[in-house]
């Protein structure tokens, strides 16, 4: 069985900052990378950033200069620093990852709401 849990969301002012953190458990025998997804109300769920082990980073447009991924895929572990926050990055914000277990995927986390006021 595979784990990933999130943390780290919150309630922020429309230029303000969080940060997210997971981490991954269970029987994984490789992974080759970690992502954040995130899907809002009455949308589809799209991804936001992925780390990959060669520690390639990936970002969707929107947020591009303001958010920074890092961790260590290695380690199964993945954050997601989140600057200069707008209310339309108000989301519940998912972890995810490529990997290999005896677990059929996709593997999800249980997801953090985060919610930007203007």
């Known amino acids: 069985q595979v784990q990933l849990v999130e943390s780290g969301g919150g309630l922020v002012q429309s230029g303000g900052s969080l940060r997210l953190s997971c981490v991954a458990s269970?029987?994984?025998?490789?992974?080759?990378?970690m992502a954040w997804y995130r899907q809002a109300p009455g949308e589809q769920r799209d991804l936001v950033a992925r780390?990959?082990?060669?520690?390639?980073?990936t970002y969707a447009d929107s947020v591009k200069g303001r958010f920074a991924i890092s961790g260590d895929v290695a380690q199964k572990t993945v954050n997601l620093q989140m600057n200069n926050l707008k209310p339309e990055d108000t989301a519940v914000y998912y972890c995810?990852?490529?990997?290999?277990?005896?677990?059929?995927?996709?593997?999800w986390g249980q997801g953090t709401q985060v919610t930007v006021s203007s």
């Open positions: 995810t990852a490529d990997l290999i277990s005896l677990t059929m995927g996709p593997h």
């Open positions: 269970g029987e994984i025998f490789k992974i080759y990378s």
């Open positions: 780390l990959t082990s060669e520690g390639k980073t």
